[in-house]
Structures are given as C-alpha cells and as structure tokens.
C-alpha cells in the first residue's frame, strides 16, 4: 500500500542531487546524485485548471467552455488523467475571481471567470477514480486551519488515501475584503516584476501558512493508528491515551484539538506547494512533501534545485527521513506533427490578443520532443513534472495518450500503478503519528 | 387516486455515528469513518426514495472529566466533503450538512454550498445553526464565542448575506459565448453587504446551482428558533416528542409564516426519530430493550449521572440506586455536550424522583430519560405510526436515525417504505431531480423577501442591511 523505503532512498539521492550545483552545498546523504537517476522513477502529474493554461483555450475547437463549472467536465478529466497513470492532478481554487493580474482583481470579460471549492471538487472525483492522487487548492489566510485540516483529512477518507492539499496564501489583497476580518499587502506593480520582489511583502503571510500546515499535520496525527478499540469489556470505543490534544500555538493563532476525524489511510495527507522565490522555497523545505518549481531552461532547472537544496539546508530538514519530492512545472502544447504545437499556439496568442506569459516555462512540440526534455531534466535531479495543459482536453489527451506511451516505450514511466495511495506513488512511506510511543 | 388526498410523508435520514445513539458493540456495526459506510447508507435510502441523507457536525471532540470522552462512538468526517463524494454515487437523493454560522464566513459557506449544489445536480441542503460555546472556540482563529443573545441576530444576517452571494450571479451571467468572446458578464458576482455581523463587498466566484439557493434548515425548538425557521428556512428539525405535543408545536411554526408571507407548505417540520422494525411487534420491543441496554453501558450511566452531578461518581453501582449527594452546579464535566449545559440541580431532583417512583437502579433510570426507540414494531405496526403521525399533523415526516452503521435502515427501507407506498403515502419514484423537487418546494428562490425573524415581508433589493 505505501511506498518502500529502496524508491524513497532512490529518489533522496535525486532530490539532494540540487546540493552539487554551484553553491557546493553538502548532501545530506552522500549518495552522489548520478548514481541514482538513471534508475529513479520519474513522477507525471497534471495541473488541471478551467479550459486549459492558455487564457484563449476555452475558445478552442473542443472546448466545453459552458461546462467548467459542471461536475462531468471535471469527472472526464480526471478519468483520463487516469487513465494515464498519472502521479496526481492538482486543482486550482482561490477565494476570489480568476485575474490577468497577479496581485490586482480585473473586470475582464474575455477569459474564464468562475470556480469552485476545489476540496468538495476532489472528493466528487474521489469515487470515480481508483489510483490517481488528487490535490485541491485551499487559501490558508482567510480559512479556519482546523475546518481546513479536516476537509482534507475527509479527502483522504473519501479517496482511501490519495489526498493531497495545496496551500495557498492570499496574494490579492481584494480577496480579503471578501471576509472583511483583516487586511493583507497590497502588492504594487514594482513588486510583481519578479518572483523575489512578489514574495517579500508576502513573508508573514509565508509564516503564518507554515503555521496552518503544521497545525493541520498535527490534527492528522492526533487519532495514532490504533485508537478506536470498541472493547466491550470496558464499555470504552476509544483508547483515550492515543487520541490527543494538539494543543498549537502560533504566532497568528492557536488549535486545541484533537481532530474531529480519525487518521486518514495515508495518515499524512501529501503537503504539495508551488515555489519561485527564496520565501516559498523555505515554505516548501519546512512543510511541503512535494514541490513544484518553475525553471525556464537546464540551466535554471540546476540553479532553482541549488536554491531549494539550500532552503532545506538552512530549515535543517532531513531528507533521508522526510524526503522533499521535486517536481518542475510546465506549460505544454503538444501535436504530433513537428510544428503543429508552436502554430496552435501562434492561433491562441492571437485570438487572446497577446503572447502567452507564464511564471512555468512553455513548451510547444511533439510528444517524442517532451519526452526527451522531460529525460533530460530528470537527470538534472528532478523527480519530475507537472504538466499544464495549455487547452483541455487536447494536451490532456496528447500527454496520458502519446506523451506517456512514448515514456513507456523507453521504460521511463510505469506501465501499471503499483500502488493505491498517493504516497505510494510518489515512493513515500506512511509516516506513524508523531504521538505513537515509540517501541 | 385515492380520496381525500392524503399528506405525503417525508423521509430523510442521518448517519449518525456518534454518540450513544449508536450501538457500536453490535457485530454488526461497521465503521463510523468509512466512505464504504456513507456510500452503503446513502444508496440504500436512495432505493427507498429517501428526500434527503443529513450529516450533522463536530468541531471538538466531547470530553469528560477533562478528557477525551470514550463510551461513545466518535470520530467523524468534514461533513461537505463526504457529501460531495456521494454525489457522485447518488443520483436523486437531497445532501443536507449542518454548518455552523459562528465559526465561518459567509463567503466560504455561500461557495461551499453553491459547489455542492452544482456538483450533485441540485440537491444540497444547509442546516444552519450557532454555537456560543468557548470549549468548541479553542479549535478556531477566532476563539471565543458569541454572546448566546446574538445567536439568531448572527445566523440571520449570516444567511441573509450568503443568499445575496448566490443572488450576485444572474441567470445567463456564465456567458461562455466563444463566438463573441465574451466568457463572462461584467460584474458577474458583484456583491456589497454592510451590516452589524459582516461587512464584506467585491466577486462572488461561484455561479448558484440548479436550486438557486440550497434547502435552509433550522434545529431547535425554542421561540427565536420557531421564528428564524419561520421567516427564513424550509425544513425544521425538531425533537420527537408524543403526537399531542407535536401537533402543537407543528400548528404554532405553521402558523407563524403567514407573517412572512409564506404559506403552511413552504416549510415541512421534520422531527428524528428511530425505528426498530422485526417480525412481529413482540420481536421488535424486545430488540428495542435491547438496543437501549446497549447504548447505555455500566460505564455509560455513570458517565451521564457524573455530568448531571458535576462530580466523580465512579464509585456509585451502576445497578445500585442513585446518589444521595448533591450536585455540584458549577463544575463541569461533560463538555461538548449541549444537553446537560442548564439546570443540572433540578434535572437531579427529578431524576432521583423518577427513580424512586419506579424503583429504577442508576442504569435503568439512564436508560429511561435517553428516551425510547420512536416507532417500534412489525412493519405494518411502524407504517401505521408513520402514517397516523403525519396525517394527524404532528409532522410533515421523519429524520430517521438508525441505531446500526451503515446497516441501520436495510429494515426499514424494505419493508416499511413499501406499504407507505401502498398506501400512496409516499413516493414510488423521484418525480423531479432536486431536493426542492422532492420536498414540494418552489424552484426559484424569493430573493427580495428574505430577512430574517420579525422582519416581515421585506422588499426592495436595495435593503441590503440588517441591523438587528
């Protein structure tokens, strides 16, 4: 059911593999980083959002642009992602309209505007599906960590353990007038020229992230494995010394506890963030299991990977015993015949009126290209990739039906899940609850 | 067609899983966090053409003497996220939860519900309750607690604002034209509410649902209770109480809505209740006793007794007679539990009364205020009930509450709903798609009266404050 310890060994070497980049930081392992992935599975997932990444995708032929919102828009999606062998799909959300702008609301007409909560999404999916990890978006600035925790616990539940969780801080300060309870930073248009100048203003509300992903962990292990007894001799259901209070206390806001729910399948539901600064590099090290990155080239793959390695470096984490999957996200347009990807595109840019800008790098071209890119970066010590597709279902289709098929045809991908959970999946071990007495 | 008409009766139940409402000892009794188990409870309900499943909520776990309470069956899921998985595996059956008006905002709550709406085809329903206690508070940001008085000022104004969100979106507002260009209308979503509770303005992101606005329930039986579900909601939970006595309470919320406008339909009062079904009447009173035997353990009278008493009691005989001492009224040992929040003195003295009376040991008298199974007997003995119940006006139906995880109702579902149908007393099938449908309730929304207790008949959009 869970990983083995020999994949989460392997991948290890891959993930600290970022520390013999220019900055000569130390693995922590000391297994060299070459050794490793030649053989290291490589991790597919699929981020899923409206009609696809590109703003004129749901103009496309093929489009179901009046069903983004419809629960069998979503179920086909997923099915083919599983179809697929995919790792896991994550689900964009926010509490706010979608915007152009990163930091600002627009009154844009012309682009998909709607959603919905991404968790309840999830969980409609989860018995639809059997194998595919499913990862919903939840804001952490202006939920409850304990109703936030628990819903994802529930996922868990609802899934028999292929429950991720996605948290997101608020980075428009509009969104806060929506709860009208605090204020957030206003980010200027002199912040969101880069990644690091976004971040800064955001750092306290980094920390206080950090702070509902550890309470919300704490939940998660606050039942141990083991304390529903139903011992009729002593009339008692539960083993009260293995439920506890978590008793957090941080610097934005507390938890008691326990957790209404019992441990879920995977005990820790898998923490996945998205990073492109030192601040959420340091986020990823401190609370993330997975972490996807945006790097343009090999180069700045390398680069990015040296900066996480010493985001982890400076939090202390072990990673031989909480190992930090690594994925690289892209923006991907295939088509079979050489060319036809980068033209589509061509048409898109121009109905949407403007060249398509992202912060993952594009990709437009065949499935046979992708896949030597996708080798290639592996080896840089990726653990591997999530996809955007940039129309759905089109680039959906081309990656679970041609890009996979071709990573399969060079062993490079599983042929079958090996697993049923997340975790599994992703070769990380059921970790036992933090309160379990040990021995 | 059979003449007169007679009122249809409607049905939902409750996966309870918790409390000592469940009997978890029963080999027969499966999990209580299982999605197997909502799954198989759901579909079986479905099949009996149930309106709607309701999950109630839990934000803290109970504790007693200052720990986490163990008699009873505990431990239970995020009660949206679970219904929004059955929708997926359901295709008729009404999704109710319970959400709590103090420890959220009505942004979320409006969007929650809008998906859930949407994800099951119409079908979602929002119990919509208070809490005031600052035990559940240490599980939340915000902390503390309401004060008691602003309760029902807090959950009107609560909902009144969530209706505004799923009002900010406009029939045809999701444009989606790829022709044109045009995906959305211009201010699609806009929304401004000031008032007392909330004040909050800017894009609602989520489109309502087939229903417009989800089914609104309201629990409690108290006057403030009665008017909030009279102005506002379209079910009312209440307690099951004997048939005389509900039909007074059943006339009382009727007559209330004509203040608002409403008529007696508009809202269908739904006590909970349990049936115990077996063979012969005999059989089935017997299972009862047992049943009751097994939801209060030794332990479990005790534990009970303790927080009437506010004291240790655990050196009491469970089989013995009651304490002669008296109760401590200040301390509190059952915390999370609303029964026993008031009064405990003289629930004490009227407890060691009854005791006297009829000679009950601790257990027994436990046994006897926990209330009875409600509808008890043969399969036709418990349709007759059902039946003579809602014909007498002492209920529109039942929130049926099964003693077994997930098992509970396979009895009732197969051999008590097909003499109900018989009967033509209820449905042989769905005859509409959403829970509205099913409940006899109008489609669209009244987005220009709503308002909240004493604040009849409201009109004018524009009147968007509440100042209670």
Do not use: C
């Amino acid at each position: 059911m869970t990983g083995t310890t020999g994949a989460t060994h392997g991948t290890t070497g891959g993930t600290s593999g970022a520390a013999h980049g220019p900055t000569g930081a130390i693995d922590p392992t000391g297994t060299p980083a070459t050794a490793s992935d030649a053989t290291a599975p490589l991790h597919l997932a699929v981020a899923l959002d409206g009609a696809g990444w590109h703003p004129a995708a749901w103009r496309e032929e093929g489009a179901r642009p009046g069903e983004l919102l419809d629960a069998a828009y979503w179920a086909d999606l997923v099915i083919e992602a599983e179809r697929g062998l995919l790792d896991f799909v994550t689900f964009e959300d926010a509490l706010g309209l979608q915007s152009a702008a990163f930091h600002l609301p627009d009154d844009r007409t012309d682009q998909v505007r709607g959603s919905m909560d991404a968790v309840l999404l999830a969980a409609h999916l989860a018995p639809l599906t059997q194998h595919i990890g499913l990862v919903p978006t939840t804001n952490v600035t202006h939920t409850e960590p304990f109703h936030v925790a628990i819903g994802i616990a529930t996922l868990d539940h609802a899934s028999r353990g292929r429950a991720g969780w996605r948290p997101q801080i608020a980075s428009r300060a509009a969104d806060a007038a929506h709860f009208g309870r605090r204020t957030t930073p206003q980010l200027t248009e002199g912040d969101v020229t880069d990644p690091e100048s976004i971040s800064q203003p955001l750092r306290a509300l980094f920390a206080e992230g950090a702070e509902v992903v550890q309470a919300a962990r704490l939940l998660w292990d606050s039942w141990e494995d083991g304390a529903e007894i139903r011992d009729a001799a002593t009339g008692r259901f539960l083993d009260r010394d293995k439920v506890h209070h978590i008793d957090f206390r941080g610097a934005n806001f507390s938890v008691k506890g326990p957790s209404i729910t019992p441990r879920t399948p995977q005990g820790q539901p898998l923490v996945v963030s998205l990073a492109h600064a030192t601040t959420p590099y340091e986020f990823a090290a401190l609370s993330s299991d997975v972490v996807a990155i945006t790097p343009h080239d090999r180069a700045g793959t390398a680069a990015t990977l040296a900066q996480v390695a010493e985001a982890v470096e400076r939090i202390g984490r072990d990673v031989s015993e909480r190992p930090l999957r690594i994925l690289a996200d892209l923006i991907v347009l295939l088509d079979d015949e050489p060319g036809a990807a980068a033209r589509r595109k061509s048409r898109l840019d121009e109905v949407a009126g403007a060249e398509l800008t992202s912060d993952a790098e594009i990709f437009t071209g065949t499935p046979a290209e992708l896949a030597d890119l996708l080798l290639d970066r592996h080896s840089t010590g990726l653990d591997g990739f999530r996809l955007r597709p940039a129309t759905l279902p089109h680039d959906l289709t081309a990656i679970t039906r041609s890009l996979v098929p071709e990573l399969q045809r060079r062993g490079a991908f599983r042929t079958e899940y090996a697993s049923t959970t997340l975790r599994g999946h992703l070769g990380l071990a059921r970790p036992a609850s933090r309160y379990a007495k040990a021995g | 067609m059979p003449t007169p008409v007679k009122k249809q009766v409607h049905l939902a139940a409750q996966l309870p899983g918790i409390h000592n409402v469940t009997v978890w000892s029963d080999p027969r009794s499966e999990s209580q966090i299982s999605i197997d188990s909502f799954i198989r409870l759901a579909q079986t309900v479905e099949r009996g053409k149930f309106d709607f499943f309701f999950l109630a909520e839990g934000l803290r776990l109970r504790e007693h003497k200052g720990q986490v309470y163990d008699l009873d069956i505990a431990g239970r899921p995020e009660n949206l996220t679970v219904l929004s998985a059955l929708a997926a595996v359901t295709t008729h059956l009404g999704l109710a939860a319970t959400v709590n008006a103090t420890f959220n905002e009505p942004y979320e709550v409006a969007r929650r519900f809008a998906t859930l709406d949407r994800l099951s085809g119409g079908r979602a329903a929002w119990n919509v309750v208070t809490s005031y206690d600052a035990f559940t508070g240490e599980n939340f940001r915000r902390g503390g607690f309401l004060p008691e008085a602003d309760r029902y000022t807090r959950a009107a104004e609560f909902l009144l604002t969530a209706r505004e969100l799923w009002d900010s979106w406009s029939a045809g507002d999701l444009r989606a034209d790829a022709r044109s260009g045009e995906f959305v209308a211009a201010d699609a979503g806009r929304f401004a509410h000031r008032g007392r509770h909330f004040d909050i303005s800017g894009r609602f992101t989520t489109p309502p649902g087939p229903q417009g606005h989800p089914v609104i329930i309201q629990s409690g039986e108290s006057d403030a209770g009665r008017e909030f579900a009279a102005s506002d909601a379209e079910v009312i939970f209440s307690k099951h109480n004997r048939v005389d006595v509900a039909r007074e309470f059943y006339r009382d919320v009727k007559r209330r809505l004509a203040t608002y406008g409403r008529s007696p339909d508009d809202l269908l009062i739904l006590p909970t209740a349990n049936a115990v079904v077996a063979d012969t009447d005999e059989e089935a009173a017997a299972y009862a006793e047992e049943i009751s035997r097994e939801l209060v353990s030794p332990q479990t009278a005790i534990a009970h007794l303790e927080a009437v008493w506010g004291r240790d009691l655990s050196a009491y005989d469970p089989d013995g007679p009651l304490p002669d001492i008296e109760p401590e009224d200040d301390a509190h040992f059952l915390k999370g539990h609303s029964v026993f929040r008031k009064g405990r003195a003289e629930t004490a003295r009227q407890w060691r009364k009854l005791a006297e009376e009829r000679n009950l040991s601790i257990r027994e008298l436990v046994i006897e205020v926990g209330g009875r199974q409600t509808f008890v007997g043969s399969p036709q003995t418990v349709a007759d009930a059902i039946d003579d119940y809602v014909q007498s006006d002492g209920a529109d139906g039942f929130v049926l509450v099964p003693h077994l995880t997930p098992g509970g109702l396979d009895d009732f579902v197969d051999r008590v709903v097909p003499i109900l149908q018989e009967r033509g007393v209820h449905r042989d099938d769905y005859t509409g798609t959403t829970l509205r449908d099913h409940l006899g309730l109008a489609t669209a929304p009244r987005p220009t009266t709503w308002g909240g207790p004493g604040r009849p008949l409201r009109t004018g959009s524009d009147d968007k404050e509440t100042s209670a």
